[in-house]
């Protein structure tokens, strides 16, 4: 079967560093995606990778290893805003996306 | 109105009613997606259409009904539905379907109760 693996919750300081994990195992594979979504919002576009690396945009990165089936997401700076649940998720061989259960992100003063 | 609008935003039904959700996009795009999202689980992709033309059903109950007149709206049509139901649904667009980079625009969602 197809799974994604991410932490349910995690927390972090304000100013702080966060990196959230994300195991996948899918039929194909067309690209990982992270979005961001607040409690009570829409799902928002962060990120897209395909190739294995690290993208950078702004304070939030995104890492990539196929071989490993892993990906994380890098936040800097944390900010207050940044508390959301950060979903990944994966592209597979039809196209699909196949969604993690999303990490719940806590920031604390 | 811009991106993707939903309607109703709150929903509670009875188990014997008929209702519908309705879904527009403003961005041109050429794909249309519902997903039910229930605490703590993963997104579940429902239908896709492309096109106007549906291009995937995930094993969705026929209780669940789609319906696309046009590249612009989508409708989920409701009937005879169980508590288990109940959960958040959603609509998203993206410029085309069957492609890697292909990032979803999701609407507000609509709260559903079923009672």
């Known amino acids: 079967g197809q799974n994604i693996d991410q932490p349910t919750e995690m927390t972090a300081t304000e100013g702080a560093i966060v990196q959230i994990n994300c195991t996948y195992q899918t039929s194909g594979f067309n690209g990982l995606f992270w979005y961001q979504q607040h409690a009570g919002e829409a799902p928002t576009f962060l990120s897209y990778?395909?190739l294995d690396g690290l993208e950078e945009k702004g304070r939030f990165s995104s890492f990539l290893s196929r071989s490993k089936g892993y990906s994380y997401l890098l936040l800097k700076e944390l900010q207050m805003k940044d508390s959301a649940s950060y979903l990944c998720?994966?592209?597979?061989?039809?196209?699909?996306?196949?969604w993690g259960a999303g990490t719940k992100l806590i920031i604390k003063p | 109105e811009t991106g993707v609008t939903q309607t109703p935003r709150h929903l509670v039904m009875g188990m014997t009613n008929k209702k519908s959700l309705k879904c527009e996009q403003h961005?041109?795009?050429?794909?249309m997606y519902w997903y039910k999202q229930s605490a703590k689980k993963p997104l579940e992709l429902m239908f896709v259409y492309s096109l106007e033309e549906r291009v995937e059903n995930n094993s969705v109950p026929s209780r669940f009904s789609p319906e696309c007149p046009n590249s612009s709206h989508l409708f989920l049509h409701l009937h005879t539905l169980q508590p288990e139901d109940s959960a958040l649904y959603l609509c998203a667009s993206s410029h085309t379907f069957g492609t890697g980079y292909n990032e979803q625009f999701f609407g507000p969602g609509t709260r559903l109760t079923v009672l």
């Open positions: 990778n395909v």
């Open positions: 961005l041109g795009h050429n794909a």
């Open positions: 998720a994966v592209s597979d061989s039809n196209y699909q996306l196949i």
